[in-house]
């Protein structure tokens, strides 16, 4: 789920064009996520191949990632690692609730209720080892950098934006702010059109900049930690209740420091179902566990392979050499950029 401070964010719309020649990281989990919950058939079932393995991610993966690459975007996808042993609360309150939505589905699958079928199928949605393991597969033969951080790769990814290492985090969550991405984008890898109750609507990148973020709401970092922890991070899901952003914001403004705003909070903190030590989530925000050498390499891109993996899950031939030749624009660009280097 995320961060849920959209309201009181600022955020700039922006064209894909705006990112031509830019590097960005990907949140790798967020991303394919994205392509398991939204590519799917009118029932809701996802794609699958004639063996009944899925191939959402897959097709979102090649397909848009090409496009993006053909907007001149270097692009790097960052997996997770081991997750915090405080996430793991999280992790069991997401099966309970894929549990309860997998019940709802075969329940609407027995009335032919497809509309309620594809909503819930979309919440039994997981990323399984297998599927991580075919991305990663699929993306360096497709040229892309990969990048396995040793815990949260939205940390990782904030990480190698902080050292300038790339322009800026792609996700749709606002985690990475926490972590102290200067740049955040979202909606670049959803697709460009949005269907809505009144039709279909263009879906644009927007570019969130941590420090317009701060100076905008007139806060430090510190005190935009503790506004998450205060509505709720994937470490104490539901924060405090009854707290929302507009009133975390007032708390955090007018008490400033971290101990005095979580002092304040104790007696509603202990009286939850879940209590949480505020110390500790606010340290792995302030101190996470990212691989502070980890090197960039962009592998060549490998359109053998990359048919051999497709064809293996029954994707058009006729589509994917249409798509190896846009691959096939992006390589010759790069050699001509190779070229122009000596001049």
Not at 4 to 29: H, V, Y
Not at 87 to 115: F, P, V
Not at 283 to 293: G, P
């Amino acid at each position: 789920m995320g961060l849920q401070i959209s309201e009181i964010i600022p955020r700039k719309e922006i064209n894909f064009t705006d990112l031509k020649g830019k590097t960005l990281a990907i949140d790798a989990s967020n991303a394919i996520y994205q392509f398991l919950s939204t590519i799917r058939q009118p029932d809701g079932t996802p794609l699958q191949d004639s063996k009944g393995k899925i191939t959402s991610h897959l097709s979102g993966l090649f397909y848009r990632n090409i496009n993006l690459m053909l907007e001149g975007m270097k692009i790097i996808y960052v997996f997770d690692g081991k997750p915090p042993e405080l996430k793991y609360n999280t992790q069991a309150e997401r099966r309970q609730i894929k549990d309860i939505a997998k019940e709802k589905y075969e329940l609407a699958k027995e009335s032919g209720n497809e509309a309620e079928m594809r909503k819930y199928a979309q919440q039994i949605t997981h990323l399984t080892p297998e599927i991580a393991a075919e991305s990663k597969e699929l993306l360096e033969a497709m040229g892309v950098a990969i990048i396995q951080a040793p815990s949260e790769g939205e940390a990782q990814a904030s990480e190698l934006s902080k050292r300038s290492d790339i322009y800026a985090v792609v996700s749709q969550d606002y985690d990475c702010m926490l972590f102290g991405a200067p740049i955040l984008v979202r909606n670049l890898t959803l697709s460009r059109r949005k269907k809505t109750a009144g039709g279909f609507v263009s879906v644009y990148p927007e570019i969130i900049e941590l420090e317009k973020v701060l100076n905008q709401l007139q806060i430090s970092h510190d005190q935009l930690i503790c506004l998450g922890i205060l509505i709720g991070t994937d470490y104490n899901r539901g924060g405090i209740k009854g707290i929302g952003p507009k009133r975390a914001l007032d708390i955090v403004k007018r008490l400033q420091y971290p101990k005095l705003i979580f002092d304040s909070m104790q007696e509603q903190i202990s009286q939850q179902e879940n209590p949480f030590n505020w110390e500790e989530i606010f340290e792995l925000f302030k101190k996470a566990n990212v691989d502070h050498n980890v090197k960039i390499e962009f592998p060549e891109i490998n359109p053998e392979k990359i048919k051999k993996i497709l064809m293996e899950h029954d994707f058009s031939e006729e589509r994917i050499e249409s798509q190896l030749q846009k691959l096939k624009e992006v390589q010759e660009g790069k050699k001509q950029k190779g070229i122009s280097d000596y001049f």
